[in-house]
């Protein structure tokens, strides 16, 4: 199965200052989500993904298919912003659904 | 208001029981999933169901059973059988394939 590497493990930042988490994966897409779980367990959804370029308030995320990577922005971080964000994927053929491949999460962690 | 209604929030088992986690929608989504998520790691697949009265194994089946007699239902059991069942559950839901996936709130299991 396809396989998702999420980098950095973990990150540490002051508020107000931007980060870059990334994503690779090993095979071709036709999913892809980002994903924000909280210190409460729930798991917000972000963005969907496969390719290009979205943003959303302080949150933008990039996918570049062809090149097997996506890269989650996060700009002016707030102490809300902690918790885990996860990326997910779904490739191969489209008769297997969305069975999403998570990867193991970068831990986020925003100081006041 | 719609969304995804998981029960138990809590739930302690002695070991050799089963037990059943209940999953509830109310989006009108045709998919339905159980992930599994153990401390610091990824979500792992147990069951999805596109359509009603119809289920697959995702990746780690297991000791797991599921049922999909309605549309807005996907129940998940925790059979005797499932070696390390102490963990937290997590129902997720999508429309059409390709479309967002939204989570419940999770379910965290013990066994005593």
């Known amino acids: 199965g396809i396989q998702v590497e999420q980098s950095p493990p973990d990150l540490i930042l002051q508020e107000g200052a931007n980060s870059t988490l990334r994503c690779n994966f090993s095979?071709?897409?036709?999913?892809l989500q980002w994903f924000h779980q909280n210190p409460w367990g729930q798991l917000i959804n972000l963005f969907y993904?496969?390719?290009g370029t979205k943003q959303n308030g302080r949150l933008s995320a990039t996918t570049v298919a062809t090149e097997r990577y996506s890269l989650l922005y996060i700009s002016s971080s707030q102490t809300t912003d902690s918790g885990v964000y996860f990326c997910?994927?779904?490739?191969?053929?489209?008769?297997?659904?969305?069975?999403?491949?998570f990867g193991t999460g970068t831990r986020l962690a925003v100081r006041p | 208001d719609g969304g995804i209604t998981q029960s138990p929030k809590y739930l302690f088992r002695k070991e050799g029981q089963n037990v059943t986690l209940s999953c509830e929608q109310n989006?009108?989504?045709?998919?339905m999933y159980w992930y599994r998520q153990d401390p610091g790691q990824g979500l792992r697949l147990i069951y999805y169901?596109?359509?009603?009265?119809?289920?697959q194994k995702g990746d780690i089946a297991e000791g797991y059973s599921v049922s999909r007699e309605k549309k807005e239902s996907f129940p998940l059991t925790v059979t005797s059988a499932q070696k390390n069942p102490t963990a937290f559950y997590l129902c997720?839901?999508?429309?059409?394939?390709?479309?967002?996936?939204?989570f419940g709130e999770g379910s965290w299991l013990t066994v005593v």
């Open positions: 997720a839901s999508s429309g059409q394939s390709g479309n967002t996936i939204y």
């Open positions: 095979d071709s897409v036709n999913n």
């Open positions: 993904i496969p390719s």
């Open positions: 997910a994927v779904a490739g191969g053929k489209k008769s297997s659904g969305d069975k999403l491949t």
């Open positions: 989006l009108n989504h045709d998919a």
């Open positions: 169901s596109q359509i009603v009265n119809d289920f």
